[in-house]
């Protein structure tokens, strides 16, 4: 129609498939949100709330009941009942899924009722339905037609329905996809929660654009309604223009710098024989050069929050304790000297270019900082695809000292030690993005209590244990929380989610 | 550094049963896909004569007869398809010894049609006529070797001075000269000279026949001359072979073949020049051109063109005797 | 003619099969495909299964040839950043990188022979002046810089055209999403065609007008003049057509590269094409996706080639009695 | 004798270079008669086909007539626009070059090319124009001409190229005709064709020639009277009986002296010392008293100028013609 | 022997002199300003690259002398300019008049390497095909085909990937310049190749060859001394025109993320990362090294065209 009204956002990397299950990626799962519900959801304040399951009883610490919610339909007209709850556990947890921890191992899936599902777990997890949100509903009836009873591998060698086509009971669905390129949603007649409905659009139309002066220059323009990310750079251009705006707010993620702590000599370093990061004064020495508040007003133009800890302040009570050590390069030239350093040492930084906010902006400035203190540190900074293949367990950790950023996907701190800050092995056992193998054997024991403690507060007191052990080792050096930053027009009405979700239905365009 | 072969023969080269065939077709596929045999061209077809030591052979015959193919095949610039040339009794080619062979490339020198590319344009004159000198050892020492250039320019008719110049700072004459010394610079005794005036003005090239006559008469060379001009050939040579499409068709003495002319061709090509001392006389009985190579009509190539033909001429080819290849001669 | 024909195809052929030779190997060797597939935590096993479905455990040349086989019945495989069998995606993409190469073409030469024809025949008119020292600007600024500050002029700040993208497309029988049926689809084609077609734009007028030039000087030209030929006659009739031979070379030729060179207008343009699907795939190591672009872009080559040498014979008498004999 | 039908006073033609404006023709004068054939002999750089072309008004920048002044049937042409001496080309004044290789528009059939031009001078219709084509080529000897005209030009010999030039220099059938070198890239016996037909042309048509040439034969074959050329002058000029056999300047002298003679053998050549000056070192006085055995002091610093010296006009301050006439007599 | 005759002595520098005073080449160089400009400013470009150490206020490449608490700061005429650094700084603090004298040094070395190896190989192949002809020449004809079909900037991001690839990250650690280097090099070879074997095919028969090889003057010595010194015209022009193109195809690498790192900037790098703060109003972080990178690639360019006009002896 021509007088459709149409949401237009951009976002710099691509859409890649649409199946739930394939990628654990924050902006596919964000993308795929609008067409899918999980059992639960979370809102504008990322507070776990009710959405295909209506309500939820912990019946005792290994069973867990949920209660679907009536009259749900999917898009393409099948009722959504516990059935595809079902179906959905089990695909989530088929080879080819990159959601399998949505559901820990071992766990029944039980039908009770057409609207009334048990699960069954093996051991206590008080935190099982953290996730769920991004646990996506999708429906047997349809997959089974369609021949799409297993995830889109990604190994690719067949595909399936999904990898093209979506069928969800969200409140929009896709109309067309072309990979890398654009996707068309158009709202889905079914949706069953039209009482929350704030969106008037009629359709909604996603496109990459890679290039952030592009990306800046198609807001400017009025090509597109909403970009993400805005490059910090630009923020203050698109204030000032008369038709946009740019919604900050803190993200969740926190970008932090590891150090391979594990090998027994360093890869990429001119000291041999030995690995200066073992050693506790040089991990100290690296910290204490790094000047933050010079990266927060120069290179993030205020919008970071420095951090002592790796996780999101609103994320943990507690992280008001802790405090980063100060920036003090003649301490750490001191140090330096005290663990055999005086003349520094010469090491490779490893850092992607293309992932967080000025990612090798930020490397650079730690170079150049860690030279006041004698490292000769040389930046090798990379496309993301290639670097996490390199920093992880695919390459054996190739790398000696990088950049990292983490949003826990459950938002609690148990997720950020255990995947962080646990032992690994050197096929990435243990904790899988421990890129730097930091271990302490009292963090991995604290961290197995916390996944079943129950009680907030002794949990709260386990986590701030670790976190105090992992702060003192100085296993990790964070960073900060970058700002979350959305550049939109100001036809468009939407709410800043600090998870980085842009939900559909929260929006609204002026005509 | 006469050789002794010099008292019992006084023929210095010898050219029997010369033949060259062009492969004109393209690469095998082609062959293949356009369904057709090889396609030759036969540049040269049983060409034989003698050069006696001190004179000049002229070889005439209007553009593409072969005078060229010829020549580069007599100084080894290029292979022959059958026939022999012997020179000095040492037969050109990969026969022949090593030392053998660097001696008949000392003795043969050449001198081409076109003074502007026959010289490097980025040598000094100096270097040009030097390298055959210093390619060939004959001097050693520098200084030596550049006192011997200067003595070559002073032959030709240049200035020690102009060792240094570059060719593009000469005139074609000038430059026509410097080849000349170069090809002296080894002391042939034999040197090929393919049109080395045509591309030159009739004054100075007056200059350049003269210098030649000159030197062969104060070095004794030997000649081939070739030319498309029947009156510089008159003038030079003292035998004379008239090429028709790759074929000898008449051999004699310069003399003869002007006064008593025997094959048509050669008196139509005599016919056709035109003539200084009779202005204003029309030239008459010449007909069509020189036929494609590539299919040359059968028999004699010429009768095409021939007042005299007959039906013979269209199928036999006729032998080479007398100094003649005519059925009617 | 036929025969000249058949020998180009076998050419093309062979150069083909080269090509895919060196893009199989140059592509097995770039990146780590299986770490690109696999979820972050996978384990060692499950790579290992991977690697071995995929077939790179198999020896080099059989997968090579099994690669040459599969894409002669133009089975590519599937991306492995897209999950989408890699001839749909090309075949999404073509469009938009033809339709950008062809405009741009039809630009650069369109402008670039009028141009080169009037800097020819005036060689020292002020206005020749003006417009080669004005040309060498358009081979020295970098593509991306053009394509930026075109950008930042005509769409940021004059409003005029749009900064990224193909805007409106219409399917064709739904095999062909042109964007050359709508003005949205016009209006964003400018900006990258310009972008994309400067460099060659004036590669062509520099061409033309040197060959204009050169054969002005010719004797058949003099010949022309000395019988009175207009100078319309002269100019067109003869030089312009001989001038054409070598410029259409240098054209084909030319084409060829921008669908290669597109890679970076799409890339600052964000042009929904095979450039930016190449370099996507670059960044990703999708290896399947990256061998059928360099086998597409080999195509195209040579069949441009190919388009130019029967050309050439239709415009070249000579041509054609050297092909026939 | 009536007007001339093209009369030449006083030509100049300079280059403009950076180093001041070279005189490449200097003080030329000379009348063309209805029917006449003019030959202009000379080495090369003497500025015959400068003439030509400034004859015609082509003389490419940085060249350019500046003095002087040309005459066509009375009617001055050296400032025409070059709109109006558009018109005169191929119109009233013909012109030929020297290949017959190049100077077809190899892209365009032989009878397209004739077209063109026909149409170019004379209203008529296409039919006709393409009527009057075949009719040329059939008059310039070409066999089949209705089938040839649709033919390209590299699907015919030299020979029949040159005739193919020669038709599309008449196509408008000009009055004048400037024959640059019309035979040097043939062979003799094509040579001998070509003059042939231009011989007969000329006397059907009526036709005025101006025929450069450095072939002094072909000017004996053909032409009338004859003009020699040294240093951008004419330095003689006259009926070519008298300037062939009793040359009054010394450098016609030298010039008749080298050309090697289909009669003499073995003679040695006449030869003129050195070269023509280069333009940019002409010397003062008369351009030839560096090589000119007779120069004396006056040569070197006054310039002679063109005047009566017995049978013919040269400008020479030593003419030649008592010693000649008394040999003749 | 003959090379030191073709060399000429130096009593005839004053002669050469006169030659050069007296060539069209130098006649038409003084008759256009335009390139007389453009040498002036590709010379005075290139000097103070290679002169970098020297005149640079700071040395860019010493992490430790950068305070990032100078980031952004305008040039020194602008208000909030300091006066430490007249055309400002960048992101990280570097004064950026230093980081475009060593980013030109960069540049300029990777080009002019480039080149230079892009002439050694396409000249030697070229000369080989053209002289030996055969199946020489057809091999080698058909690969430069191949060539062809990946234009320079495909080609020169494979064989870049390719090195990264089989090198792997640990080795190539400081030689990007040399793989940089490469790249361009193999993109552009075939172009000399193709003028040289074009005119190795011309020289190879015209007499002065034949003249040699008469006399019994081995193969590669009518290479090396007769055929290439003829041969090199042409590729001089191409080769001023590619060293412009040399310089664009270094930033355009870098733009698509494959050339140097940003602590060893190139011009393009410095583009690159200036590119992003083209609409932020920190203009010239972009301006300078994108002015520096489009006037030397232009003046080259004019240079080069120059050259080809005047060494063309067909257009004079
Ligand atoms: N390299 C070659 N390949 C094929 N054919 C050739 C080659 N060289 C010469 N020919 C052919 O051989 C024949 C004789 O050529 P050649 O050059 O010997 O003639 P020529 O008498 O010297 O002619 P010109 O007077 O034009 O120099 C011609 O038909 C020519 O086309
Ligand atoms: N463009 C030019 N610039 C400078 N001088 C020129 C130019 N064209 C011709 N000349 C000079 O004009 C003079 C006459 O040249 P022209 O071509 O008329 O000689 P020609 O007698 O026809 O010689 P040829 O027999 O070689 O054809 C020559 O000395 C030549 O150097
Ligand atoms: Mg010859
Ligand atoms: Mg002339």
């Known amino acids: 129609p021509a007088s459709a009204l149409t949401f237009r956002y951009a976002f710099q990397g691509d859409l890649n498939g649409l199946d739930p299950y394939t990628l654990n990626e924050t902006f596919a799962q964000a993308a795929l949100n609008n067409i899918y519900d999980g059992l639960t959801r979370r809102d504008e304040n990322l507070k776990i709330v009710p959405c295909l399951a209506e309500s939820w009883e912990v019946l005792n610490p290994l069973q867990w009941r949920f209660h679907l919610r009536h009259g749900v339909k999917f898009a393409g007209g099948e009722d959504f009942t516990a059935d595809d709850v079902l179906f959905s556990a089990e695909r989530v947890q088929q080879p080819g899924s990159q959601m399998t921890t949505k559901i820990p191992a071992g766990t029944k899936v039980v039908k009770v009722d057409d609207y009334t599902v048990d699960f069954i777990l093996t051991t206590p997890n008080p935190i099982l339905i953290a996730e769920w949100d991004n646990w996506m509903m999708m429906s047997k009836k349809w997959a089974e037609a369609n021949g799409a009873e297993k995830p889109q591998a990604a190994s690719g060698s067949q595909l399936n329905a999904f990898a093209l086509k979506a069928n969800g009971t969200g409140p929009f669905m896709v109309v067309s996809h072309e990979p890398g390129v654009k996707t068309v949603y158009k709202p889905n007649p079914n949706w069953w929660d039209k009482a929350n409905k704030k969106f008037n659009f009629d359709e909604v139309v996603f496109t990459t654009i890679k290039s952030p002066a592009t990306r800046v220059a198609a807001l400017l323009t009025g090509e597109v309604d909403l970009i993400e990310p805005v490059p910090v750079q630009d923020m203050q251009r698109i204030a000032d223009n008369p038709t946009t705006s740019v919604l900050t707010g803190p993200e969740l993620r926190t970008v932090f710098l590891y150090m391979d702590e594990k090998r027994d000599e360093l890869l990429y370093s001119s000291v041999k024989g030995k690995n200066p990061f073992k050693d506790l004064r040089v991990r100290k020495a690296f910290y204490e050069a790094i000047d933050i508040e010079a990266i927060k007003t120069k290179i993030m133009r205020g919008l970071a929050t420095p951090s002592a800890l790796l996780i999101a302040p609103s994320l943990y009570s507690r992280s008001g304790e802790f405090k980063r050590l100060p920036y003090d390069p003649a301490d750490a030239k001191k140090l330096l000297a005290e663990a055999g350093y005086p003349d520094g040492f010469e090491l490779t930084m490893h850092c992607p270019n293309d992932r967080y906010v000025n990612d090798e902006a930020i490397c650079q400035a730690v170079t150049s900082m860690l030279a006041k203190i004698g490292i000769k540190a040389t930046l090798n900074a990379m496309p993301k695809a290639v670097y996490f293949a390199k920093a992880g367990p695919a390459q054996h950790y190739d790398v000696s000292f990088g950049m990292l950023g983490w949003t826990p996907s459950g938002l609690d701190s148990w997720n950020v030690i255990a995947n962080l800050a646990g032992c690994r092995d050197d096929n990435g056992v243990g904790g899988t993005f421990n890129y730097g193998g930091y271990c302490n054997p009292k963090v991995d024991e604290l961290n197995k209590q916390i996944l079943v403690e129950t009680d907030i507060k002794k949990r709260d007191e386990l986590i701030a244990q670790a976190y105090k052990i992992i702060s003192d080792d100085v296993g990790l050096l964070p960073l900060h929380q970058q700002a979350l930053a959305w550049g939109v027009s100001k036809k468009i009405k939407i709410p800043l989610r600090s998870d980085d979700e842009i939900m559909f239905y929260t929006a609204n365009k002026q005509e | ?329 | 003619m036929l025969a000249f024909l058949i020998r180009r195809l076998f050419e093309a052929a062979l150069v083909m099969i080269v090509v895919a030779i060196v893009a199989f190997t140059l592509f097995r060797f770039v990146g780590d495909p299986v770490s690109q597939m696999v979820s972050q935590d996978a384990t060692i096993a499950q790579r290992e299964a991977l690697k071995a479905e995929l077939g790179l455990n198999d020896p080099l040349i059989v997968q090579c040839a099994h690669f040459i086989w599969k894409s002669l019945h133009f089975d590519f495989g599937i991306s492995y950043k897209f999950r989408e069998p890699v001839v749909n995606l090309l075949g999404q993409r073509m469009p938009a990188t033809l339709e950008l190469a062809a405009i741009a073409s039809l630009f650069a030469i369109g402008i670039g022979i009028p141009l080169g024809v009037y800097t020819g025949i005036n060689r020292d008119s002020l206005l020749t002046r003006v417009i080669m020292a004005g040309s060498l600007i358009g081979v020295s600024l970098p593509t991306f810089l053009i394509g930026i500050l075109l950008i930042y002029l005509f769409a940021v700040t004059l409003h005029w055209l749009p900064s990224y993208g193909r805007g409106e497309t219409t399917s064709f029988f739904g095999l062909w999403q042109t964007g050359l049926l709508t003005s949205g689809g016009l209006r964003a084609l400018v900006l990258p065609a310009v972008t994309l077609g400067l460099f060659q734009l004036t590669l062509v007028m520099r061409l033309v007008r040197s060959e204009m030039m050169e054969v002005l000087r010719t004797d058949y030209i003099r010949f022309g003049r000395a019988r009175g030929l207009t100078n319309r006659a002269i100019y067109f009739a003869h030089a312009l057509k001989n001038t054409l031979v070598p410029v259409i070379t240098v054209i084909g030729v030319e084409i060829g590269t921008l669908i290669a060179f597109s890679i970076i207008t799409e890339t600052v343009f964000q042009w929904p094409g095979m450039g930016l699907l190449f370099i996507q795939s670059v960044q990703f190591a999708d290896i399947p996706i990256m061998a059928a672009y360099l086998l597409l872009s080999a195509v195209i080559f040579v069949t441009l080639n190919l388009v130019v040498d029967i050309l050439y014979m239709l415009i070249d008498p000579r041509i054609r009695v050297a092909v026939r004999a | 004798m009536s007007d001339p039908i093209l009369s030449v006073k006083d030509l100049r033609v300079e280059f403009a270079t950076r180093s001041g404006p070279l005189r490449a023709i200097d003080g030329v004068s000379f009348d063309l008669n209805k029917g006449e054939v003019l030959g202009f002999v000379g080495e090369s750089g003497a500025g015959k086909s400068l003439t030509g072309t400034a004859v015609i008004g082509l003389i490419d920048p940085p060249g350019k007539i500046t003095g002087g002044e040309i005459r066509l049937e009375g009617r001055r042409i050296d400032h025409l626009s070059i709109e109006e001496l558009r018109r005169i080309r191929g119109r009233e004044i013909g012109m030929i070059f020297q290949d017959p290789l190049t100077s077809l528009d190899p892209l365009m059939r032989i009878g397209d090319q004739l077209i063109e031009t026909i149409i170019t001078h004379v209203a008529v219709s296409r039919t006709e124009a393409r009527a009057r084509a075949v009719k040329l080529l059939e008059d310039v000897g070409i066999p089949a001409a209705a089938e040839r005209v649709m033919s390209y030009p590299h699907e015919f010999s030299g020979g029949m190229r040159q005739r193919v030039v020669i038709a599309l220099a008449l196509a408008a059938e000009p009055k004048v005709i400037i024959a640059d070198e019309p035979t040097t890239a043939l062979d003799v016996s094509v040579q001998a064709q070509i003059i042939a037909l231009l011989k007969k042309l000329t006397s059907e048509r009526g036709m005025a020639v101006m025929l450069i040439t450095h072939d002094m034969g072909v000017i004996a074959q053909i032409a009338n009277r004859v003009a020699v050329m040294y240093s951008g002058r004419i330095v003689e000029i006259g009926p070519v009986a008298d300037v062939v056999r009793q040359p009054a300047h010394p450098y016609s002298m030298g010039l008749m002296g080298s050309i090697p003679s289909l009669h003499a053998e073995h003679a040695r050549l006449k030869q003129i010392p050195g070269s023509m000056p280069r333009l940019t070192a002409l010397p003062a006085g008369c351009a030839f008293s560096p090589r000119c055995e007779r120069a004396d002091a006056r040569c070197k610093v006054e310039r002679p100028a063109l005047a009566a010296t017995g049978m013919t006009t040269s400008a020479c301050f030593h003419p030649v013609t008592s010693t000649v006439a008394e040999v003749a007599g | 022997m003959v090379d030191s005759l073709i060399k000429a002595p130096r009593s005839r520098l004053m002669l050469r002199l006169d030659a050069i005073r007296d060539s069209h080449l130098f006649y038409s160089f003084t008759r256009s300003w335009i390139v007389m400009v453009a040498a002036f400013f590709a010379l005075l470009i290139v000097a103070a690259a290679a002169l970098a150490p020297l005149i640079a206020p700071s040395n860019p490449l010493d992490l430790a002398s950068l305070d990032l608490m100078n980031a952004r700061i305008p040039p020194r005429w602008l208000e909030n300019g300091d006066p430490q650094f007249l055309l400002g700084t960048d992101d990280q603090g570097r004064d950026l008049l230093s980081a475009l004298l060593y980013g030109a040094q960069v540049s300029i070395g990777v080009a002019l390497l480039s080149t230079v190896l892009a002439i050694l190989i396409g000249v030697t192949v070229g000369l080989i095909a053209g002289y030996y002809g055969g199946i020489i020449d057809t091999v080698i004809m058909r690969l430069t085909d191949v060539q062809l079909t990946f234009p320079a900037i495909l080609t020169a991001l494979l064989v870049n990937g390719a090195t990264r690839a089989i090198l792997g990250d640990r080795q190539i650690q400081g030689s990007e310049f040399w793989i940089l280097v490469v790249s361009i090099a193999l993109a552009f070879w075939v172009k000399y190749a193709r003028v040289v074997r074009a005119s190795t095919l011309q020289e190879r028969n015209k007499d002065y060859v034949h003249a040699a090889r008469l006399i019994g003057v081995k193969s590669w010595k009518i290479i090396v001394h007769h055929i290439l010194p003829n041969v090199l015209g042409p590729v001089t022009i191409i080769g001023t025109i590619s060293l412009a193109l040399a310089i664009i195809t270094e930033a355009t690498l870098s733009f698509l993320g494959v050339g140097l790192p940003p602590s060893h900037p190139s011009l393009g790098t410095l583009v690159q990362v200036g590119n992003e703060f083209l609409m932020s109003g920190e203009w010239w972080i972009v301006f300078f090294p994108g002015i520096v990178l489009a006037g030397l690639a232009l003046s080259v360019n004019i240079v080069g065209d120059w050259l080809r006009d005047a060494l063309n002896p067909k257009l004079r």
């Open chain 2, 1 to 329: 550094m006469k050789s002794q072969s010099d008292d019992i023969t006084p023929t210095l080269v010898t050219v029997s049963k010369l033949r060259k065939v062009y492969d004109l077709s393209g690469p095998w596929l082609e062959k293949v896909l356009a369904g057709k045999g090889k396609q030759t061209v036969t540049a040269v077809d049983n060409v034989s004569f003698d050069i006696k030591r001190g004179e000049t052979f002229a070889l005439v015959g209007e553009s593409g007869s072969g005078k060229t193919t010829v020549a580069r095949m007599v100084v080894g610039l290029l292979e022959r398809t059958a026939g022999e040339v012997r020179i000095d009794g040492i037969s050109v080619g990969s026969t022949a010894s090593a030392g053998e062979r660097a001696r008949l490339r000392r003795s043969i020198q050449m001198i081409f049609q076109d003074p502007y590319a026959s010289l490097n344009p980025r040598w000094t004159v100096g270097a040009i006529i030097a390298e055959p000198i210093v390619t060939f050892g004959l001097i050693k020492g520098k200084a030596a070797v550049a006192e011997r250039v200067g003595e070559l320019l002073t032959l030709v008719g240049l200035s020690p001075a102009d060792a240094v110049k570059y060719p593009h700072q000469f005139s074609g004459g000038q430059r026509q000269r410097i080849a000349i010394a170069r090809a002296l610079s080894s002391n042939p005794e034999f040197i090929v000279c393919d049109e080395p005036t045509s591309a030159l003005d009739v004054s100075v090239q007056a200059q350049i026949l003269n210098l030649m006559a000159d030197l062969q008469e104060r070095l004794g060379l030997t000649y081939l001359f070739i030319s498309h001009n029947l009156a510089v050939v008159r003038h030079v040579a003292d035998q004379i072979g008239v090429l028709y499409l790759g074929r000898l068709v008449e051999i004699a003495g310069s003399r003869d073949i002007f006064e008593r002319p025997r094959h048509p061709y050669t008196k139509m090509l005599i016919a056709a020049v035109p003539d200084l001392e009779d202005p204003g006389k029309a030239p008459e009985g010449i007909v069509g051109e020189i036929p494609n190579p590539v299919s040359p009509p059968t028999g004699c190539h010429f009768h095409p063109r021939c007042p005299l033909a007959m039906d013979r001429c269209k199928i036999e080819v006729p032998a080479f005797r007398d100094g003649v290849a005519c059925h009617l001669a």
